[in-house]
């Protein structure tokens, strides 16, 4: 009788091969940190200041063919990574009035959590911790 492969481990990498690195999520806005803003159910959203011509999103499927910048969010989980959420233009945001709240699908970020959004935006260069 012919021994026969399993066609699962024909298919594994050697252990030999580094390993590769997550899929990044976008490329923000060199020297701008993002900002994490907690949603009123106590969820973690990332906020990442994208430049018009960059890729965002998941696997880096999106185009800012815009000529402002987009605020991408990420929700931040502990297992298997971040999850896109919203991308919307930074002029939407800071058109946002004080006592706005932002709804993300199903997170929804609070007044409080909105102006420190428009200050990040205001200010994307900051290195102040009280933002991030």
């Keep these: 009788m012919a021994s026969r492969r399993s066609p699962v481990r024909a298919r594994l990498a050697p252990l030999s091969d580094p390993p590769r690195p997550p899929k990044s999520y976008g490329f923000a806005v060199e020297g701008v940190r993002p900002l994490r803003l907690r949603g009123t159910n ?43 959420v919203a991308a919307l233009p930074a ?10 709240s932002l709804p993300l699908d199903e997170i929804v970020l609070h007044p409080f959590e909105v102006g420190r959004l428009r200050e990040w935006l205001e200010s994307p260069f900051a290195e102040s911790d009280e933002l991030v």
């Design 91 to 100: 002029s939407n945001i800071a058109g946002l009035r004080q006592d706005d």
């Design 42 to 84: 106590g969820t973690f959203v990332e906020a990442l200041l994208i430049s018009s011509g960059e890729q965002f999103g998941p696997h880096e499927r999106y185009v800012n063919e815009t000529t402002e910048h987009v605020v991408d969010f990420l929700r931040l989980r502990e297992v298997r990574g971040p999850v896109h």
